[in-house]
């Protein structure tokens, strides 16, 4: 059974370039969030993505976006890349549909360094 | 919105003795309550979790209160072990496991 994997590990981008991060859940769920963790701080919620459409978002703008697939993986696409949106970006997934069972467990995070 | 809080920011104690983090939050409505261990470079790993419905719950040498009306609570940890050093993550969410407001952690280190 395989757990949240995410692509890539690493990754190196100059100021103003633009990212894709992908996700694939872990097996049996449906619900992707994704967390951006500055180092030395706790995760900050960004978005998350449900039936192919974002159901909710944190406090994060517009160059942060995503999308979801029928197979539930998910993108994280961030634009014109700033030096402070260098982080560790993770994703975690949940299964909505499972009732009572409210557990989001994380994949092993993209470390994004922007220069 | 929620805001989390989380004290210590670090916390030192000797192998078998036991540590205490505690968190606060803001939102009454909030009903779920997990605790992420994060080693070194490596992804948080849910440790315990509570429910809003439950005061206690524990899990061998793990365990988490909570308390609805002052709105904190705590993880403790008994018996603790070198392979315990790690940061400590509360959070806070509404509507059962929707998104998470963490804490900023807690480094927790173990001596021999």
């Known amino acids: 059974d395989a757990g949240v994997t995410q692509s890539p590990t690493h990754l190196i981008k100059t100021r103003g370039q633009q990212v894709t991060l992908r996700c694939s859940p872990k097996s049996g769920h449906d619900t992707v969030s994704w967390y951006q963790q500055a180092l030395g701080q706790g995760p900050q919620f960004i978005f998350q993505?449900?039936?192919?459409?974002?159901?909710q978002r944190g406090n994060f703008p517009d160059r942060f976006s995503g999308h979801q697939f029928p197979n539930y993986s998910s993108e994280l696409n961030v634009n014109a890349l700033l030096l402070g949106d260098s982080a560790l970006y993770l994703c975690?997934?949940?299964?909505?549909?499972?009732?009572?069972?409210?557990?989001?467990?994380f994949g092993p995070g993209t470390r994004l360094t922007v220069t | 919105g929620e805001n989390v809080e989380q004290h210590p920011s670090t916390l030192s104690v000797q192998e078998g003795d036991s540590a205490v983090i505690k968190c606060t939050y803001s939102?009454?409505?909030?009903?779920?309550f997990p605790w992420y261990k994060q080693e070194l470079g490596k992804r948080p790993q849910l440790i315990i979790d509570i429910r809003s419905n439950v005061g206690e719950k524990k899990d061998q040498r793990i365990a988490v209160t909570l308390n609805k009306t002052a709105k904190h609570f705590s993880l403790h940890i008994t018996e603790t072990q070198p392979e315990d050093s790690a940061v400590y993550f509360c959070a806070a969410s509404r509507n059962y496991g929707q998104n998470f407001v963490f804490g900023p952690g807690t480094r927790l280190s173990v001596l021999p």
């Open positions: 975690a997934s949940r299964a909505r549909t499972s009732g009572l069972v409210y557990e989001q467990y």
């Open positions: 939102d009454s409505a909030s009903n779920y």
């Open positions: 993505y449900y039936e192919e459409e974002e159901r």
